[in-house]
């Protein structure tokens, strides 16, 4: 909330004064006091109404992500929910009508769904816990690539099309928030297949006691002037097309990589493809 000057303020202005004019203290005794006091009046006016400034800002843009939030949000979970229900309705009143392999792709759809529907409501909720500061790092010994096997086998169905690529200088363990690599890469990894149809690639290297991990794919690639719009919450860029996102995942990488005190870089050319580097110390 903002401090706004307290009426005690102006009450001992007025009992100052008043004294002095009792007292017949010297007028310019009085004027010089009577000044301070005004200027003093003026100083807290003057801060009170640039606190007001910010925090109307401030909510402007809260009210303003907010609205662009509901808008994506509603429409990023109807579609999977209209998806699933067709596919229900279709295997519960023309089952006679589809065979085998039909029945399967709908099953799939449905599972897909579901997941990407998880996904989005995960993300939320993670924002919310970015934003009331409730996330922290908590490091402990974990096998990295083991972590990193796990996160590729949950990208399902496209887990086939990433390559790990190990350094031959990684230790068998090594001391991360499992929790936070998690996050940053299960959004990188899923980012470069959403955008490429190659392969993607998961390098991991240590470095001087820096764990290193750098996502490349072949994909479309990120305009110059739009890679620092991709950390916004909501921020997508603007040769995405038709691929379906809300523009929370680089947002919770770069919380994520910050949170362990980590660098993310991001070299990309338009059609050529992006190179994400995540440098995170281990000191």
């Not at 008043?18 to 009046?41: G, Q, R």
């Not at 609205?67 to 229900?85: C, D, K, Q, W």
């Not at 089952?95 to 990407?116: G, V």
């Not at 392969?199 to 690639?221: A, E, H, P, Q, T």
Request: charged share 20%.
């Amino acid at each position: 909330m903002v401090k706004c000057i307290p009426p005690l303020f102006f009450l001992f202005y007025g009992v100052t004064i008043s004294f002095l004019l009792l007292w017949n203290v010297s007028p310019m005794i009085t004027l010089i006091i009577s000044v301070l006091f005004l200027w003093k009046f003026y100083y807290f006016h003057r801060k009170c109404l640039r606190r007001f400034v910010v925090q109307v800002d401030t909510l402007c843009e809260i009210a303003q992500a907010r609205g662009i939030f509901m808008n994506v949000a509603s429409h990023e979970l109807r579609n999977p929910m209209a998806t699933i229900y067709s596919s229900v309705d279709l295997l519960e009143n023309y089952p006679q009508s589809l065979n085998d392999k039909e029945k399967a792709r709908l099953f799939e759809n449905i599972r897909k769904n579901i997941r990407r529907m998880t996904k989005m409501m995960d993300d939320i909720v993670t924002i919310g816990r970015l934003q009331h500061k409730q996330i922290f790092c908590h490091p402990e010994e974990i096998d990295v690539l083991s972590l990193c096997t796990t996160i590729c086998e949950t990208l399902e169905p496209e887990k086939q099309r990433i390559e790990i690529i190990m350094d031959a200088q990684l230790p068998e363990t090594l001391r991360v928030d499992p929790s936070l690599i998690d996050l940053i890469l299960s959004n990188l990894l899923s980012n470069a297949l959403k955008y490429s149809d190659q392969s993607v690639k998961l390098y991991i290297k240590f470095r001087n006691n820096f764990l290193i991990f750098d996502v490349v794919d072949r994909g479309i690639g990120i305009p110059m002037d739009e890679i620092k719009k991709l950390s916004q919450l909501f921020g997508r860029c603007s040769n995405t097309g038709t691929r379906k996102g809300i523009g929370v995942g680089m947002f919770l990488v770069s919380h994520c990589v910050k949170l362990h005190r980590g660098k993310l870089q991001i070299h990309s050319q338009t059609s050529q493809g992006t190179h994400f580097r995540v440098t995170l110390p281990l000191s």
